[in-house]
């Protein structure tokens, strides 16, 4: 069997400067470690959002902005507003969000997840795409989305997950413990980012303990929709009306 996790110590500042030194090759290793798949994932939690016109979003641990951009894409968002603790992946952000003249409609800001910087009852949808796990306390920032949602505004989360097929669930830990941070830590330079990726992943909730967190920060209805054989999964709350 492949050998348990060890748990990670380590601090929101510390994740927030790991990211800062692998923005510049964050995109691509997400490409090349999901074999692309993390594309799709986004595209399927952006398909989440109510079926409504001029939707005013927000999108934590933004990164390089993927989902705030493929949010926008669906043809319901107005404006839109990424935040992260990460500098160098805001600035690839806005790069990316000129190239595709989307400058007009999306902004990115330094913000935490856990103490957003926003009233409350603001936005139409909050997403947070494999971030909610690196926050240090998951619990605040899911109470934080409630908060600056409006009445019937979604949640949105895309995260990592362990399947439940036994099969499929050992192979997939024997390449997240044993090539992803192989893989990960040649491409970025930076090893310790792909092993606090795999223990990350493995210790986080996810399924149905994940669910109960939304229902204990206030979600009315959250859903699990696994992806990929549920190495992955998008949850989706709503505040109540």
Known sequence: MPDTPQRTSATPRR?????????????????????????????????HLADAPDQVVLDLATGTADLLIALHETGRVKQGVGM?????MLLHGERKIEALGMTGALALREGDATEI???????????????????????????????????????????????SNP???????????????????????DSEAYRYLNRTI??????????????????????????TFGVASIYRGEKPR
């Open 202 to 227: 493995e210790l986080f909730p996810h399924g149905d303990a994940f669910l109960s967190l939304m229902r204990r920060a206030g979600f009315d209805n959250p859903i699990a929709d696994p992806v």
């Open 84 to 88: 992260d603790m990460s500098s160098n």
């Open 15 to 47: 994740v927030w400067g790991m990211f800062d030194r692998i923005a510049h090759r964050y995109d691509m290793l997400n490409h090349v470690l999901s074999f692309r798949r993390d594309i799709a994932w986004r595209k399927r939690t952006a398909s």
């Open 117 to 163: 910087p926003e009233p409350a009852a603001v936005y139409d949808a909050v997403s947070i795409a494999f971030g909610i796990r690196n926050v240090g306390k998951t619990e605040e920032a899911l109470r934080e989305m409630l908060r600056v949602l409006k009445p019937g505004g979604r949640a949105l989360i895309l995260e990592f997950s362990i399947p």
């Open 167 to 189: 099969i499929v669930r050992f192979g997939y830990l024997v390449y997240l413990r044993h090539l992803l941070p192989r893989v990960g830590g040649l491409i970025s330079g």
